[in-house]
């Protein structure tokens, strides 16, 4: 089971011995928090054992490795479910000032490369909107909209694989000639145009 989380600022701290500080949490998400998309998963449950010596040493708190654990599950047959409409996970807004370089090299850093290795590289990446079911208030039920998702998404990764390895057998010629610049902060191997 895996679902989406709503981005909150939370700058005053929950008062738990309040009775209703759940319905106030619940509440200022729904109005002031933001919910993200599939890519950005935040709750696994899963049965004991279920990763038990198949997890790469993937680094926690970098990226990949959220979306390692998707398509393995898938990988081995086992339903996916998202309990997006049933679990509202709320998600304190942070900085990454934990990061010498911030939010970007959280995204871009060697344990981040490292994790997308260790993964398999994007054909071992699935996200939330991979789920084979979902959980809502009526219990669950089909996703219908994963097939034409994932088509979308074997494409679209078809597509950048194709485009990196063409800049990477380009790279030399391009340099020789002036074409190449170096990569935006954003995107490290991405070349801007």
């Known amino acids: 089971m895996v679902g989406r989380r709503w981005d909150t600022d939370v700058t005053e701290p929950i008062r738990f011995e309040q009775a209703d500080w759940k319905e106030m949490l619940r509440g200022r998400a729904r109005t002031q928090g933001q919910q993200r998309n599939g890519d950005w998963i935040d709750y696994f449950t899963f049965p004991k054992d279920f990763y038990l010596g198949k997890l790469p040493e993937l680094v926690i708190g970098r990226v990949?490795?959220?979306?390692?654990l998707v398509w393995k599950a898938l990988a081995m047959g086992a339903p996916v479910v998202d309990a997006s409409e049933a679990v509202m996970?709320?998600?304190q807004n942070h900085d990454y000032g934990y990061h010498p370089a911030g939010k970007m090299g959280v995204w871009t850093d060697a344990m981040s490369q490292r994790n997308f290795r260790l993964a398999g590289g994007r054909w071992h990446l699935r996200t939330?909107?991979?789920a084979t079911r979902l959980l809502g208030p009526h219990g669950i039920r089909v996703n219908p909209d994963r097939t034409r998702r994932a088509a979308r998404r074997f494409f679209r990764t078809a597509k950048d694989a194709v485009w990196m390895t063409a800049m990477d057998w380009t790279r030399p010629l391009r340099s020789a000639v002036g074409l190449r610049r170096e990569g935006n902060a954003e995107n490290p191997r991405k070349e801007r145009q």
């Open 64 to 68: 990949h490795w959220d979306q390692w």
């Open 89 to 91: 996970a709320v998600h």
């Open 128 to 130: 939330i909107d991979d």
